[in-house]
């Protein structure tokens, strides 16, 4: 399978945004970011969010470009599914990364689309070896079209298909080293997929490809209990979650410092916490640092 021109790297691509924390940046903070002096190390947008040609939200997007690196981070590609990539979708990221520079750009190892039709989850994939060749396939064409490549977050997942060829940490490790991009490991999905599968972090950790990976997410879920059972949900409603932190710790002692992000985008708190979230990331990065020199 031919691989993307546009091939990996990430020491050039994330030279702008330093292993530090940042944060998800969502509208009724524009005003925060822009003017408090509590100020994260970095912003990531949602991509979708800012593909008109004008208007407000992307003005304020450009003038916080001067102050801050940015990430971009999609949600609507739906990379895993049947259908065509959308022209037009990709179209308008490619508008929006030669009008703002992106330090990244990534998306989900996912697909929410079918026949045209678009949905609001991120529906898991099988990870068999024909599901591989096609997102090789499927990546290289949009890494072309892009003209750069991109990274893929794990999934937090709540079900498996029954037959597969690889963990979900090998087909994430093969897809990168075969397609060019790189990965994008939420700490928090992977807590997620864990507790609801019966997977071992360790494991899944040491089958990921670590030269691949480039950024870190962390976020909030919640608890359901059906039943005798707790199924975790992604919900990112509330803070990094106790496990989830001793979990980034172990992270960063196998991978070293990343780009780090606070995801949180419902129930939103105020500035200042999500300001306090990025701080304590922070912190073990810097004690990672001097555990690690």
């Known amino acids: 399978m031919a691989q993307s021109r546009n091939t990996l790297s ?35 947008v949602h991509s979708e969010n800012y593909f008109a040609a004008g208007g407000p939200a992307l003005r304020m997007l450009e003038s916080l470009r001067r102050d801050y690196p940015l990430s ?18 990709l179209r308008q990221l490619q508008q929006l990364i030669e009008r703002i520079e992106p330090a990244l750009v990534s998306e989900h190892l996912s697909w929410s689309a079918f026949g045209g039709r678009y949905f609001n989850d991120l529906a898991p994939i099988a990870y068999t070896e024909s ?3 096609a997102w090789v396939q499927r990546v290289a064409q949009v890494q072309d079209f892009l003209g750069r490549p991109i990274l893929l977050e794990n999934p ?14 090998e087909f994430l490790s093969q897809l990168a080293r075969r397609s060019g991009c790189g990965l ?8 997620v997929s864990c507790h609801n599968h019966g ?42 979650a106790e496990p989830v932190w001793q979990l980034f710790r172990m992270v960063l002692q196998l991978f070293g410092n990343r780009p780090t992000l606070i995801e949180w985008d419902a ?22 640092y001097v555990q690690a020199a």
């Open 10 to 44: 990430f020491g050039a691509v994330n030279a702008s945004i330093p292993a530090a924390a940042g944060i998800g940046l969502r509208s009724p903070h524009y005003r925060d970011a822009l003017h408090s002096p509590a100020k994260p190390a970095w912003l990531e």
């Open 72 to 89: 971009l981070h999609g949600v609507g590609m739906s990379l895993g599914s049947v259908d065509a990539p959308n022209k037009r979708h």
């Open 131 to 133: 599901a591989l060749a």
């Open 156 to 169: 937090s997942s709540y079900l498996q298909f029954e037959y597969a060829d690889y963990s979900e940490a």
């Open 184 to 191: 994008l490991l939420d700490v928090n999905n992977l807590y």
């Open 199 to 240: 997977w071992d972090a360790l494991d899944y950790l040491l089958a990921l490809d670590a030269d691949r990976v480039a950024e870190f997410h962390l976020a909030g879920h919640r608890r359901n209990q059906i039943g005798a059972d707790v199924i975790l949900i992604d919900s990112h409603d509330g803070p990094v």
């Open 267 to 288: 129930d939103l708190p105020d500035w200042h916490t999500l300001i306090g979230q990025a701080a304590r990331a922070d912190r073990y990065m810097e004690q990672n």
